[in-house]
């Protein structure tokens, strides 16, 4: 069975960072995508949008391009685990953090939109930024 599990989650302030961990478990293959998606207050997690992801076979990292200053996505292969740091944070930051699973041949977390068939979701963890 696959699993996700997130942590690292919290309150901080305006201007400070968090990072997340997701462990994945319950698969052997490469051919898979794993990423974060935030699901921002009052949507849909459907809704959300991702940002940040690796396509583990390639090891091919990806962060939302408005992202890319503030975001690292990394992952631990000894922990099968992916960090997302997030710095400089910012009120519209908080949201619900989901790591998520794509077994595919090329990744589809490539980009903000969520497939409409994504079957592996943590139970994620929630990032609280205050001004």
């Known amino acids: 069975v696959v699993q996700l599990v997130e942590s690292g989650g919290g309150s901080v302030q305006a201007g400070g960072s968090v990072q997340l961990t997701c462990v994945a478990s319950?698969?052997?293959?490469?051919?898979?995508?794993v990423g974060w998606i935030r699901q921002a207050p009052g949507k849909e997690r459907e809704e959300g949008e991702v940002?940040?992801?690796?396509?583990?076979?390639?090891?091919?990292?990806w962060v939302k391009d408005s992202e890319q200053d503030r975001f690292t996505i990394s992952r631990d292969n000894a922990k099968n685990s992916l960090d997302l740091q997030m710095n400089s944070l910012k009120p519209e930051d908080t949201a619900m953090y989901y790591c998520?699973?794509?077994?595919?041949?090329?990744?589809?977390?490539?980009?903000?939109?969520?497939?409409?068939?994504?079957?592996?979701w943590g139970q994620g963890t929630q990032v609280t930024v205050s001004s």
């Open positions: 319950g698969y052997t293959t490469d051919s898979v995508a």
């Open positions: 998520a699973a794509d077994f595919t041949f090329v990744s589809r977390l490539r980009c903000r939109y969520i497939p409409l068939d994504l079957g592996y």
């Open positions: 940002v940040a992801s690796i396509f583990i076979g390639h090891d091919s990292r």
